[in-house]
């Protein structure tokens, strides 16, 4: 099983800063088939970034996805206010297609 | 639109059995695999188990192997979750979700299953 390790575990920025999240597999991720969801308080999560570095339809281009092998990284350029929320990585290429334990980014 | 509506959800005792249902539209069913996922409340996500498109392929998180069954309908555009011998800690939202590839790209809107006695 692909364990993968999300830092830090809380981010706090005010709104207009960068954030960058780390995803760190234990082992190598198969065709960086790795990708990032944004989840807010009551919803479904809702998928940001596809294959490492895709953005998913809708998504804005401040966030954009990094990273091969084992190490990835998530960016928002400039946060708004609406991008305060809880993030997971997820590799999609070898069952069991495992989560991270999330990176939340609040409010400083 | 493409939806994805959620049902079966509900409160069981340990030991006991549910099945969750997730009905789609709005995209050709049987085309794409589908995704199993919870959520214990306040906690991270844990994927449980997904089905390729034609159902002849399935995989399970070990947490829940054996005990839980995917299983999907694609004549109903429905997919299922058997789940048995529940215990306190499978109470969690369930969330059915689309695959493209096998990355979750459209998500349900979750169901609670409670297991307690």
């Known amino acids: 099983e692909i364990v993968l390790t999300q830092s830090p575990g809380t981010l706090s920025l005010s709104p207009g800063e960068r954030a960058t999240l780390s995803c760190r597999a234990s082992?190598?991720?198969?065709?960086?088939?790795l990708a990032w969801y944004q989840q807010k308080p009551g919803q479904a999560p809702r998928l940001v970034i596809d294959d490492a570095s895709r953005r998913a339809s809708g998504v804005p281009d401040r966030f954009s996805g990094s990273g091969s092998g084992t190490d990835f990284t998530l960016t928002i350029s400039r946060l708004e206010p609406e991008d305060f929320a809880v993030y997971y990585c997820?590799?999609?290429?070898?069952?069991?297609?495992?989560f991270g334990g999330g990176t939340k980014v609040e409010v400083k | 639109e493409l939806q994805l509506v959620q049902s079966g959800g509900g409160v069981v005792q340990p030991g006991g059995s549910l099945r969750l249902s997730c009905a789609v539209s709005g995209f050709t069913f049987g085309d794409y695999a589908m995704h199993w996922v919870r959520q214990a409340p306040g906690k991270g996500l844990e994927w449980v188990s997904l089905i390729t498109g034609d159902g002849s392929s399935t995989f399970y998180a070990d947490s829940v192997k054996g005990r839980f069954t995917i299983s999907r309908d694609n004549s109903k555009n429905s997919l299922y979750l058997q789940m048995k011998s529940l215990r306190t800690e499978d109470t969690a939202f369930y969330y059915c979700?689309?695959?493209?590839?096998?990355?979750?790209?459209?998500w349900g809107p979750g169901t609670l299953v409670t297991v307690s006695s």
């Open positions: 082992q190598t991720v198969g065709n960086n088939y």
């Open positions: 997820q590799q999609c290429a070898t069952p069991p297609l495992t």
């Open positions: 979700a689309k695959a493209s590839g096998w990355t979750a790209d459209h």
